[in-house]
C-alpha cells in the first residue's frame, strides 16, 4: 500500500524538507479523502453501476502559504494518471482547442477539446486558479461541467474563495453558474497558515534593484556583460503565427524594458513562450503600478507567473520593492501573490531548487 498524505508529509518534516505548519497538516486529510478513493476499485457490476468519482479540492488562501507544494505532494503520491498544470497554461491551451474547432465549423467546440483533455486523466492539479479574462469566464464553467462530467476529478489552488472569483468582471453573471459547480463537485478549504514561507528566503547575490537609477542601471549592466560577454542581439520568437521580439538575446539570456514586454498588446500565450525559450530574463525599469497602468501591471503580473512556473531566473530593476510595487488600484489584492514570487525569485535558492522546466504545450 502506497503511503498516506499525512506519511509522506510527516516524512518530509523528518528529513528537514518541510517546515512543519498546523494549518498545512489541517489540510491533509482532504487530500488523502481523494488519494484513497482514486485508488480504491471503481468498476460497477452487472446490475450496479460504479460509485461517482470523489469530490475535487478547491483549496485557497493567502500568498506563500504552502498550497502549491501540499498540492505537488499529493499528485507526488498518486497512482492513477494525473496531470499538474498552471491554470493560465491549461486555459491558454484550451482557448487554442476551441479556436481551431471554430475554424472547423464544429457546432460545440468545448465538447471535443473537453474529450482530448479528459481521455487520459483521471484527476488535473490546477495550480493557481483565478478567472481575469473574458474569454476564460464565457467558457470556464460548460468545460469544467463536461470534465467532471467525464469523471475527472479536480484539485487547484487559489488565493480567493470561490465566490470572489472573476469579481466585477465583464458579464460575471454568466460567469456564476461556474462558481455552483465547483461549490457543488468540490470541497473549499482555506489553508490559513500563519507563516508566508516565502518570506525568509531572501539573500546572497542581489537580483531586484530599486530604485530606477543609475547605480541600478550600472549593476543591470555588469550582470548582463558577465552573461553576454558583450555580444548580444535581438531574438523573435513566433507565437501563434506572430512575432515577438525581444531586444537583446545572448546565451539562453534575454534583457528589456518593461514597456518592451508589457507595453503592449501581449498575452498569456506569448508570456509561456517567453519562459520557454529563456533561462534568465533581465527586466528593466519596471514602473510603480497602479490605476494609471492597470493593462500594464495587469501583463505584468501575468509575465511573473509564466516565469515563476517556468522556474525562470529573474533579474530586474523596479521603482519599488516588490511589496511597495502595487500599493493601490483595483489589482492590488491579486499583486499581492506576484509581490511574494518576486521575493522568492530573489532568493539563493531558487536556481537550485526551482529548475528550468518546459510549459504544458
Known amino acids: 500500500m502506497s503511503d498516506t498524505l499525512p506519511e509522506l508529509y510527516e516524512a518530509r518534516v523528518r528529513d528537514g524538507s518541510l517546515q512543519p505548519d498546523p494549518a498545512q497538516r489541517a489540510a491533509l486529510p482532504e487530500f488523502e479523502r481523494i488519494r484513497a478513493e482514486l485508488d480504491a476499485p471503481r468498476k460497477g457490476g452487472l446490475f450496479r453501476k460504479a460509485p461517482p468519482p470523489p469530490k475535487g479540492l ?6 506563500g502559504r504552502g498550497k502549491s507544494m501540499l498540492m505537488d505532494l499529493f499528485v507526488e503520491s498518486l497512482d492513477v494518471p494525473a496531470r499538474r498544470v498552471h491554470f493560465h497554461s491549461f486555459m491558454q491551451e484550451v482557448q487554442q482547442g476551441v479556436h481551431r474547432e471554430r475554424q472547423k465549423g464544429t457546432e460545440d467546440p468545448i465538447k471535443p ?11 488535473f492539479a490546477f495550480d493557481e486558479m483565478q478567472i481575469t479574462d473574458i474569454a476564460d469566464a464565457m467558457i470556464v464553467g460548460r468545460l469544467f461541467e463536461k470534465l467532471f462530467d467525464a469523471g475527472c476529478v479536480v484539485v487547484t489552488t487559489s488565493n480567493r474563495v470561490p465566490d470572489d472569483l472573476y469579481k466585477d468582471g465583464l458579464n460575471r453573471q454568466l460567469f456564476l453558474p461556474f462558481i455552483d459547480i465547483l461549490k457543488e463537485r468540490m470541497v473549499v478549504q482555506e489553508l490559513a497558515a500563519e507563516r508566508d514561507f516565502r518570506q525568509g528566503r531572501m539573500a546572497g547575490t542581489e537580483t531586484y534593484f530599486t530604485p530606477n537609477d543609475a547605480e541600478a542601471r550600472q549593476a543591470i549592466e555588469d550582470i548582463w556583460q558577465q552573461i553576454s560577454g558583450g555580444d548580444d542581439a535581438p531574438k523573435e520568437l513566433t507565437v501563434q503565427g506572430r512575432t515577438v521580439e525581444l531586444p537583446r538575446y545572448a546565451n539562453g539570456a534575454a534583457r528589456a524594458r518593461f514597456y518592451d514586454l508589457c507595453g503592449k498588446a501581449l498575452g498569456a500565450a506569448d508570456y509561456l513562450k517567453i519562459a520557454e525559450e529563456v533561462d534568465i530574463l533581465v527586466l528593466e525599469n519596471v514602473p510603480s503600478l497602479g490605476r494609471g497602468n492597470f493593462n500594464e501591471a495587469k501583463r ?3 509575465l511573473i507567473d509564466a516565469l515563476y512556473e ?4 529573474l533579474i530586474v530593476s ?3 520593492s516588490p511589496d511597495y510595487l502595487y500599493v493601490e488600484g483595483p489589482g492590488a489584492f491579486e499583486f499581492e501573490r506576484t509581490a511574494s514570487r518576486l521575493i522568492e525569485m530573489q532568493s539563493d535558492e531558487w536556481g537550485q531548487a526551482v529548475p528550468k522546466k518546459k510549459t504544458e504545450p
Do not use: H
Open 58 to 63: 478547491y483549496l485557497w488562501g493567502g500568498v
Open 113 to 123: 477539446v473537453a474529450k482530448r483533455v479528459s481521455d487520459s486523466v483521471k484527476l
Open 300 to 302: 505584468f503580473v501575468t
Open 310 to 313: 517556468a522556474g525562470t531566473q
Open 318 to 320: 523596479a521603482a519599488a
